[in-house]
């Protein structure tokens, strides 16, 4: 009878051991966070965001395997500084010539968890540049 007694409280506790090492398996691991921004660059000579062969870059901020910017640190925080309002951008103001030789630029994506979608035509690749610094410098 004894013995009996004995192999009940050992499987007892073997069971409530078991559980417990059930409850830490099961345990749900946090989530990921999701990136801040996800966007797609493009830069095109001309008018057009299509004029010509657009160079294409991908930014994510912060910066993972997906992102292909030269410079992502710095465009996400240029990003950052203007709290995804790319209009907002001025990040060298200074003289450029007046010659007429057309950049256009687009950013689609996501910013924060709202959808981001810019697109403008800058005069020159010197204003693209004073403008957006390493946001567009690709």
Do not use: W
């Not at 013995?3 to 069971?15: E, S």
């Not at 966007?39 to 965001?49: E, I, K, M, Y």
């Not at 910013?111 to 800058?122: A, D, E, I, K, M």
């Amino acid at each position: 009878m004894k013995t009996t007694r004995a192999l009940a409280l050992l499987a007892t506790a073997l069971f409530t051991a078991g559980l417990a090492g059930s409850a830490n398996a099961i345990t749900p691991i946090p989530a990921a966070q999701s990136p801040e921004a996800v966007l797609r660059l493009t830069v095109a000579h001309g008018t057009s965001p299509t004029s010509g062969t657009p160079r294409v870059a991908a930014l994510d901020c912060p910066p993972d395997a997906a992102t292909t910017h030269p410079d992502p640190i710095t465009a996400c925080r240029l990003l950052d500084s203007v709290n995804g309002d790319l209009d907002r951008l001025d990040v060298d103001p200074g003289v450029c010539t007046d010659l007429y030789d057309p950049y256009t630029v687009t950013a689609k994506g996501v910013y924060r968890g709202q959808p981001l979608s810019f697109q403008h035509t800058y005069g020159n690749q010197c204003v693209l540049l004073r403008t957006t610094g390493a946001f567009f410098d690709f």
